[in-house]
């Protein structure tokens, strides 16, 4: 039998403010363990909490941005567990009035557009962090540093037909958060984390199947191999005549499979209520129209653009927006030579390959667009070659100085006169009288050999357009 | 009693408390008689009445997004009973 799966993601997203969402403790990561802690975030008896206004803005910026109603009345709520990472035994978030409702995010799949809806978005506070120690003192060491920092917690509907498609959601999902520049998409340190809810049905089947959650989905590819590995388990249960239990599991990368999660049977009965500390949050619909004012383009939008306004590739597109600032290196690359996909093809090729050489951020990119569009000039006028560009950029990236300097400084202007290439080309000929007869005979392959031989002369100086036409004639001994 | 002993059981666990057999069972008849009183309160029709989560009626109240110092960790860390380099050290828990 053909199994389906379903799936649905709820993704947790660290939102970039300074403080924390209830007290004034810095976020910063990488602090030494409890630095960032006051009464507040550890859970003291008699403090309360005091929500941070750009923690509700960040909330609300993204909640407009992928579709969603802004609620201009919400509620915090207790939900209720007792777990060390938790000091007050309890964590504030929302329950069945969140700040974002509806709302979806449109994916690119192989075949189309396809529009994955969402269920909520709500705030929410970070836990803290547990290290367990391995060997005989069986303790867990808590950092609360983490605890208190504003979460959006983004809960998708059952819409995602595969594991490639929860990865494809998930990469938008990301794009969309950079730009709206709210996040820092970073999954290593653990800013935006992934639990998925994947059930399977026979093929064609309207009804769900039981659903299994999956925890500690913590990079793009863990994703798409829990979900595949999963999935498989599932339609194996199934297959053999079992039933597949409604539980919480656990993927480990190392052996790539899940695994039930003990201990927590009951943690699922968290008897939310109303927070009492916290008032009502009202949000007033000229708060919501100054925050829509200021929405950046977002990925899509700008994908579809740059294809209409440059004409480049849908893909180049595709590569070239995955974050707000490349975008923007693109544009300023493109514009200034006036080549856009000329400038598309050193982007994705020259320029990201340094970048992830050197694990750099195109913020940090040596060769500014400008100079790029220098280089891309001195190609066009036929002053060096494409490959020797090449060459040029690598010292570009070195010395940030400029191609025309570089050029002029190290001699690589491109020899393009043909009495010079003339001279050459006869040397060439007359050192290889054996491949000069085999090409006479037939033998065009060793037209290559030549144009090797002769840029090799040249010093890679020679342009091979001229060098080319040249050769032609000659070795046809006219 | 409409109440069962094995829910009140559950209520405790969750609640990390530990109870005999025969608080168990005050507990029950006690809560019993609260449900009661609940009971009798749901008689009115409350259809058109927003549910009350706060009774103050103000809005709520907002904090600029501005650090202040933090504790010194040594006080952070002051009421527990056992610490290690710096972190809170508790029996061992299994995520």
């Known amino acids: 039998m053909e199994f389906e799966p379903v799936i649905g993601l709820e993704v947790h997203a660290q939102l970039l403010t300074q403080s924390k969402i209830f007290c004034g403790c810095t976020t910063r990561f990488g602090n030494p363990p409890n630095t960032n802690t006051c009464p507040v975030c550890l859970g003291m008896p008699g403090v309360l909490p005091v929500l941070n206004r750009k923690a509700v803005e960040y909330a609300i910026k993204v909640g407009l941005a992928v579709g969603c109603e802004i609620r201009g009345r919400s509620l915090f709520a207790r939900k209720n567990y007792f777990y060390p990472d938790l000091p007050k035994g309890y964590q504030i978030s929302m329950y069945d009035q969140p700040l974002c409702v509806g709302g979806g995010i449109t994916i690119e799949t192989r075949k189309d557009?396809?529009?994955?809806?969402?269920?909520?978005?709500?705030?929410?506070?970070?836990?803290?962090?547990?290290?367990?120690?391995?060997?005989?003192?069986?303790?867990?060491?808590?950092?609360?540093?983490?605890?208190?920092?504003?979460?959006?917690?983004?809960?998708?509907?059952?819409?995602?037909?595969?594991?490639?498609?929860?990865?494809?959601?998930?990469?938008?999902?990301?794009?969309?958060?950079?730009?709206?520049?709210?996040?820092?998409?970073?999954?290593?340190?653990?800013?935006?984390?992934?639990?998925?809810?994947?059930?399977?049905?026979?093929?064609?089947?309207?009804?769900?199947?039981?659903?299994?959650?999956?925890?500690?989905?913590?990079?793009?590819?863990?994703?798409?191999k829990a979900l595949e590995y999963e999935i498989n388990r599932q339609a194996e249960v199934l297959q053999g005549g079992g039933k597949v239990v409604q539980e919480s599991r656990?993927?480990?990368?190392?052996?790539?499979?899940?695994?039930?999660?003990?201990?927590?049977?009951?943690?699922?009965?968290?008897?939310?209520?109303p927070e009492p500390d916290l008032l009502p949050l009202i949000v007033d619909q000229k708060w919501i129209e100054e925050i829509r004012a200021g929405l950046p383009e977002l990925p899509l939008e700008r994908r579809d653009r740059l294809v209409a306004q440059y004409g480049i590739p849908a893909y180049d597109a595709d590569v070239l927006t995955t974050t707000r600032e490349l975008a923007d290196y693109y544009e300023a690359a493109a514009k200034a030579s006036g080549n856009p996909k000329g400038a598309s093809n050193w982007v994705m090729g020259e320029v990201l390959r340094k970048l992830k050489e050197e694990k750099a951020e195109i913020t940090a990119c040596p060769v500014s667009p400008d100079r790029l569009a220098?280089?891309?000039?001195?190609?066009?006028?036929?002053?060096?070659?494409?490959?020797?560009?090449?060459?040029?950029?690598?010292?570009?990236?070195?010395?940030?100085?400029?191609a025309p300097d570089i050029v002029k400084a190290r001699g690589l202007t491109q020899i393009s006169d043909e009495p010079e290439l003339l001279a050459i080309i006869d040397q060439v000929m007359a050192a290889n009288p054996g491949p000069l007869a085999q090409y006479r005979a037939g033998k065009s392959a060793t037209l290559g050999f030549f144009m090797g031989q002769v840029m090799k002369a040249t010093q890679g100086k020679g342009n091979p357009t001229v060098i080319q036409k040249l050769l032609g004639e000659k070795l046809k001994g006219s | 009693m409409s109440i069962q002993l094995e829910t009140v059981r559950h209520i405790a666990r969750l609640a990390n408390l530990e109870f005999s057999e025969e608080e168990l069972g005050i507990f029950a008849r006690q809560i019993d008689s609260i449900l009661v009183y609940i009971d009798k309160l749901n008689e009115l029709d409350t259809q058109r009445v927003e549910?009350?989560?706060?009774?103050?009626?103000?809005?709520?109240?907002?904090?600029?997004?501005?650090?202040?110092?933090?504790?010194?960790?040594?006080?952070?860390?002051?009421?527990?009973?056992e610490t290690k380099d710096g972190h809170f050290s508790v029996p061992k828990v299994i995520g």
């Not at chain 1, 490639?164 to 990469?171: G, I, M, P, Q, R």
């Not at chain 2, 009774?55 to 009973?81: G, H, I, Y």
């Open chain 1, 374 to 402: 220098g280089l891309m000039g001195l190609i066009e006028a036929g002053t060096i070659s494409g490959s020797l560009a090449k060459e040029v950029f690598e010292e570009m990236w070195a010395t940030r100085h400029a």
């Open chain 1, 113 to 224: 557009r396809k529009r994955i809806g969402l269920t909520r978005i709500h705030l929410e506070e970070d836990a803290g962090k547990l290290i367990h120690q391995e060997g005989a003192d069986d303790r867990t060491l808590v950092d609360l540093n983490r605890a208190g920092v504003p979460l959006i917690e983004i809960v998708s509907e059952p819409d995602i037909a595969s594991p490639s498609e929860a990865h494809t959601y998930l990469t938008m999902l990301r794009s969309i958060l950079l730009y709206l520049g709210v996040c820092d998409g970073n999954m290593e340190e653990g800013s935006l984390r992934c639990d998925a809810n994947v059930s399977v049905r026979p093929a064609g089947e309207k009804q769900f199947g039981t659903k299994v959650e999956l925890k500690n989905l913590n990079s793009f590819r863990f994703i798409q």
């Open chain 1, 250 to 273: 656990l993927y480990d990368p190392d052996s790539d499979t899940t695994d039930l999660m003990r201990g927590k049977e009951e943690a699922h009965d968290y008897r939310y209520f």
């Open chain 2, 51 to 81: 549910p009350t989560s706060h009774v103050t009626q103000k809005d709520q109240a907002f904090r600029e997004d501005r650090v202040a110092p933090s504790l010194e960790v040594l006080r952070a860390l002051a009421n527990s009973p």
